[in-house]
């Protein structure tokens, strides 16, 4: 039975609030355990499972600090939904590699979910927007 939309914002909305507070393990807990994790351009490609994912969001947490997640606009069709939103927050550590030195920094992402039918994520494709990131994060 396809999920609704309420039921796949319900489950996209509380892995963005487990994110904005840092919490490794809640948003591990929305990921199926055959979760593809693909943070497009990551060095190590797409992941697998949620002990996959960990390594990506422990690094993402101690590089950015006080985020936000503003959605935009989202499509849905069965099982999967596109999410378009802007992301703005603090940049304290190497996010991406590049000096943060505490500077603030705004960026969209673009989410690629697909739900297993339980509602767990089975799939989270990410896109971010580093033109904007490489332009507010300039290297000395």
């Not at 996959?52 to 950015?64: K, N, S």
């Not at 939904?81 to 500077?103: H, I, M, T, Y």
């Amino acid at each position: 039975m396809a999920l609704t939309r309420q039921e796949m914002d319900r489950k996209i909305d509380e892995h963005f609030a487990f994110e904005a507070t840092d919490d490794v393990e809640g948003v591990l807990s929305t990921l199926s355990p055959d979760v593809e994790h693909d943070i497009v351009g990551w060095p190590t490609g797409p992941t697998h499972g949620p002990e996959g994912a960990r390594p990506f969001y422990e690094e993402l947490f101690a590089d950015l600090a006080d985020g936000q997640i503003k959605v935009l606009r989202r499509l849905y069709g069965e099982d999967f939904l596109v999410d378009e939103s802007l992301w703005s927050g603090r940049a304290v550590g190497r996010p991406f590699g590049l000096e943060g030195r505490g500077r603030p920094l705004a960026f969209r992402l673009l989410h690629v979910i697909e739900f297993a039918g339980g509602g767990d994520i089975k799939r989270e494709n990410v896109w971010l927007d580093m033109g904007a990131i490489f332009q507010q994060l300039p290297q000395d």
